[in-house]
Antibody, heavy 115, light 108 residues
């Protein structure tokens, strides 16, 4: 069975960085893209980008260019999303999902940015 | 950026009724790259439909998607109590990929 298990909740101060992990199992990690989506509390979904695990190629929205970095460790089937220069507007739940269309999702990671 | 506008914002219906949710794009989208998700409070989004009309694995056939170009529709033929949730459309044709603002389907 396919699972994506994310790292636990994070609390960060403004200006800091956060790195969220997404450990996959039940399928060949390098065969499917990984997408990251975030959701501010009570708000809608926002696409943060995708990564191709086999090549490491990434695509980010211009809005997050320079602040977001997606990486992976193929030996352990894990994807990472790092977001820097955090502000309160980055507070929310961060999701990884398999495939660009998001057929399987991680459970989400709450990131709280507060002084 | 392709803006997706969903209507109505909130839809109040009773179990057994038919629900029709709309998603309109600000420019034409290749229907291969249009998806619908369901999200219940406190839960992760669940893929319902991709390619505008293809049901994802395990999705009951009371859910159907249609449309092309700029107008897309999600139809739930006979609402069950478990279907009351927020529904999002999503395009992954043009970057940045975008989501609609959501339609809340509530029990009347």
């Amino acid at each position: 069975q396919v699972h994506l298990v994310q790292s636990g909740a994070e609390m960060k101060k403004p200006g800091a960085s956060v790195k969220v992990s997404c450990k996959t199992s039940g399928y060949t990690f390098t065969s499917y893209d990984i997408t990251w989506v975030r959701q501010a509390t009570g708000q809608g979904l926002e696409w943060m980008g995708w990564m191709k695990p086999n090549s490491g190629d990434t695509k980010y929205p211009q809005k997050l260019q320079g602040r977001v970095t997606m990486t992976r460790n193929t030996s352990i089937g894990t994807a990472y999303m790092e977001l820097s220069s955090l502000t309160s507007e980055d507070t929310g739940v961060y999701y990884c999902a398999r495939n660009i269309r998001g057929d399987i999702w991680g459970q989400g990671t709450l990131v709280t940015v507060s002084s | 950026e392709i803006v997706l506008t969903q209507s109505p914002g909130t839809l109040s219906l009773s179990p057994g009724e038919r629900a029709t949710l709309s998603c309109r794009a600000s420019q034409s989208i290749n229907s291969i790259y249009l998806a619908w998700y369901q999200q219940k409070p406190g839960q992760t989004p669940r893929l319902l439909i991709f390619g505008a009309s293809i049901r994802a694995t395990g999705i009951p056939d009371r859910f159907s998607g249609s449309g092309s170009g700029t107008d897309f529709t999600l139809t739930i033929s006979r609402l069950e109590p478990d279907d009351f949730a927020v529904y999002y459309c999503h395009q992954y044709d043009g970057s940045p990929y975008t989501f609609g603002q959501g339609t809340k389907l509530e029990i009347k």
